[in-house]
């Protein structure tokens, strides 16, 4: 399972969703492990930047299922217990998704 934080420099929601990963980690009871990528680094491809920041992915797929907007902007998550990141049970799903039972 390959988990990957996608953010821009200095994103102010971006701790947020650490803590939130965090968190669903321990739900999942996995060690917390993630890599971070830059969304507006030279180099980055449209697809990825696209997303926004913060985006959590789980094996490549988002963990929220509301459209993004495009380009290098903030996101907004409706009904999240922290602002500016994904909820927790939605990236809980999706690590039990990937978790082989």
Known sequence: MHVELLVFPDCPHAE???RQ????????????SWSERDISAPGTSNEVAAFG????LVDGHDVDEAPTRAGVTCRIYAGSELTGAPR???I???LRKCTPT
């Open 53 to 56: 920041s913060p985006t959590i």
């Open 88 to 90: 927790l049970n939605a």
């Open 21 to 32: 990963l965090r968190r669903a980690f321990e739900l999942v009871e996995l060690p917390a």
């Open 16 to 18: 947020n969703a650490r």
């Open 92 to 94: 809980v799903a999706a």
